[in-house]
């Protein structure tokens, strides 16, 4: 999706913290989500943000939204091998109902 | 219960047959979609259903054919594929509000056309 980018690759060691990024460039955008995809499975929903929020907090994982930098993050803290997966956000619009415009998907591998 | 359920899980077929692939949840969501994943890519929206009409068709080929028997089933006939078509074939729902497309995936259908 050529409007919403991610980094290709991440790996991190067991214990860390992660930290994914995504930029998009519509400002119209009401909701940005974050999906978990791991090998040969279906992707999971693992959070979402509304457009006028710039922080949720769900466990171990936190969403950042800077708007003004049309910048989106997801930081996994105390990253467990079993989050070694592909990880894509994804952007809906009020004016696009029913799609979502994902990204590329970012690779994390984690490492003992 | 956050559950959407495919069927088969996996499926070969030739470019002569035909074939249909499922999808079920009971969520009680109005909008139901299929996607296609080829290998390290991201899923790319193939049809949408709103409370049971097809309400976005990405320009899809018609030998793929959705079909939306109720609120909670979703089908989608495949007939004289390519190989080009092999792919992750997945199912996803969601409550059908405007704007959020909080959708729920199926654990997909992987089709090889031979």
């Known amino acids: 999706g050529e409007d919403v980018e991610q980094s290709l690759f991440l790996s991190v060691r067991e214990g860390d913290s992660s930290v994914i990024n995504c930029t998009y460039t519509?400002?119209?955008?009401?909701?940005l989500y974050w999906y978990k995809q791991e090998p040969g499975a279906g992707l999971q929903l693992l959070t979402y943000?509304?457009?006028?929020?710039d922080m949720k907090q769900d466990q171990r994982l936190t969403v950042l939204l800077n708007k003004k930098d049309k910048h989106l993050s997801l930081r996994i803290a105390d990253t467990q091998t079993g989050d070694s997966a592909i990880y894509f956000c994804?952007?809906?619009?009020?004016?696009?109902?029913?799609?979502?415009?994902f990204g590329a998907g970012t690779q994390v591998v984690v490492t003992p | 219960d956050t559950e959407v359920t495919q069927t088969p899980k996996h499926l070969v077929m030739g470019m002569t047959n035909k074939k249909s692939l499922k999808c079920e949840q009971h969520?009680?969501?109005?909008?139901m979609y299929w996607y296609k994943q080829k290998a390290k890519k991201p899923p790319e929206l193939m049809f949408v259903?709103?409370?049971?009409?097809?309400?976005i068709n990405e320009s899809v080929p018609s030998r793929f054919s959705p079909e939306c028997p109720n609120s909670s089933l979703l089908n989608l006939h495949l007939h004289a594929l390519q190989p080009e078509d092999s792919a992750l074939y997945l199912c996803?729902?969601?409550?059908?509000?405007?704007?959020?497309?909080?959708?729920?995936f199926g654990q997909g259908t992987r089709l090889t056309v031979v």
């Open positions: 996803a729902s969601s409550q059908g509000e405007v704007g959020n497309t909080e959708a729920f």
């Open positions: 519509d400002s119209s955008s009401t909701y």
């Open positions: 943000i509304f457009s006028n929020m």
């Open positions: 994804a952007e809906s619009k009020e004016d696009s109902w029913g799609k979502l415009q």
């Open positions: 969520m009680g969501h109005r909008a």
């Open positions: 259903y709103s409370y049971e009409k097809l309400s």
